[in-house]
């Protein structure tokens, strides 16, 4: 027969690994839940792009275009709000008022976008790298914040509004 003080010491033992990963899973679960807003996010941004692009092109090419492709949610995971915090593409470029035309929403961008173009005002003529831009930011926590300010990057430099300095490297564009 095993001693009590025995048993007692392998359920503390157990219980304290049980919490330990219960601590790590659900940070876990807070990581990957803020990667798929990020995702979200960005996949809402590209539909409304495309949307507009397609708008904008002459009815003889879009007529073997596909049309919008309408994801399937994972199970148990609902779509995206527009609402939420996540979908922040509501802020409209200065000096452009939102008259409902679809074309007004080409020009749109939004709060990460600010947020990164306010970062570059005031760093000045310095490389920096995206993980530096999202750790100043505080959206250093996670790969997905990480690859939401890449992806960020990546828009404003084919934009012309940052500039490339070289691989992983990105500087203020010059006025």
Known sequence: MVPVTSTAHNIAITAGSLQEDLTRLE???????R????????????????????????????VGAP??????????VTPADDTTESADETTTTPGHTDSGDDADH??????????????????GDVDVRARDVASALGRDTDSGSI???????????????VRRAGRGLYRAAKS
């Open 27 to 33: 940070v876990q679960k807070q990581a990957l839940e």
């Open 35 to 62: 990667e798929l807003a990020a995702v979200t996010a960005h996949l809402g941004s590209v539909q409304r792009a495309l949307s507009a692009l397609q708008a904008l092109m002459p009815e003889a090419v879009s």
């Open 67 to 76: 049309s919008s492709v309408e994801p399937t949610p994972a199970p148990g």
């Open 106 to 123: 080409v020009k749109t961008y939004g709060k990460l976008t600010e947020q990164i173009l306010e970062y570059f005002a005031q760093a």
């Open 147 to 161: 690859n939401a300010v890449r992806s960020t990057l990546d828009r404003l430099v084919g934009s012309s509004r």
